[in-house]
């Protein structure tokens, strides 16, 4: 690292669990953020302040004035453009040292493995059960890491999978959700709202888990699943087990 990344890292290089070598090993990291929306936005500006050395982001949306409430890295002159832009122009401006690539597309099953496979690890906070089944598949596949959040109005949950590291003992995303709910028992924030610092909150932890993923450092949240409730001000953690016979990652 050169003396600018010395002094903008000190804090990480600080950390006996980073260091120089662990600041170095996030520069030449590559991570995929699969929505640029409510918990997207922390995550890109905790990986860009941290020096992820490539953030891709994937998203096919505009950024709208409904989005600004919770949307962070976005700004009222923003809206109207594409997000992976907007992202792209918020990176730029807080690390220069991050690569930002856009991806302004949905991901689908014919596109997703060839995205993913150039990256070291993946993280959603997308809306859409279908996405996530899409996303879960082809990380299992190509044995990449998934740190996954998601918010209701006031609360959340977070966890990290990566089946393939002990099959049948640890899960893999449709172990925990076999199926699709029903329409009608989804929550959607565009219908049914979302406090803002809700998806602050889980955001933050999603970038704290992927950190922790690429240092090697910590215990991970694969097999346990975090939930939130922001009404109450309380965490817990519950244990999440493998389904055995699941279609995904069953044997």
């Known amino acids: 690292m050169d003396k600018t990344q010395t002094e903008r890292y000190a804090r990480h290089i600080l950390l006996r669990e980073v260091g120089g070598q662990g600041q170095q090993k996030l520069l030449s990291s590559k991570v995929l953020v699969v929505g640029a929306g409510g918990l997207g936005s922390p995550v ?10 490539v953030i891709g982001v994937a998203d096919d949306d505009r950024v ?6 919770r ?6 002159d923003d809206v109207g453009a594409t997000k992976t832009a907007s992202a792209k122009k918020f990176t730029a401006r807080l690390n220069p040292d ?3 690539v856009e991806h302004e597309l949905r991901l689908t099953g014919g596109n997703a493995a060839d995205i993913i496979a150039g990256y070291d690890l993946v993280v959603e ?3 859409s059960f279908e996405t996530r089944y899409v996303l879960s598949n082809a990380c299992i596949a190509l044995k990449k890491p998934l740190v996954s959040a998601a918010v209701g109005r006031f609360d959340g949950q977070l966890s990290t999978f990566k089946p393939y590291e002990n099959p049948g003992v640890l899960p893999c995303y449709r172990c925990l959700v076999p199926e699709e709910p029903p329409r009608d028992a989804q929550v959607n924030c ?3 709202g979302v406090l803002g610092a809700v998806t602050g909150v889980m955001g933050s932890l999603a970038a704290m888990e992927v950190l922790k993923e690429l240092l090697g450092i910590g215990d991970s949240l694969a097999g346990r699943l975090m939930i939130y409730d922001g009404l109450r001000a309380e965490f817990k953690t519950v244990k999440l087990p493998a389904d055995k016979k699941c279609s ?3 044997q």
Request: aromatic share 2%; proline share 0%.
């Open 44 to 53: 890109i500006a905790y990986l860009a302040g941290a020096g992820v050395g």
């Open 64 to 69: 709208a004035l409904s989005n600004l409430q």
């Open 98 to 100: 991050v690569v930002l």
């Open 190 to 192: 565009a219908e049914e």
């Open 125 to 127: 906070g997308v809306d």
């Open 71 to 76: 949307q962070i890295i976005h700004g009222t």
């Open 248 to 250: 995904d990652c069953g």
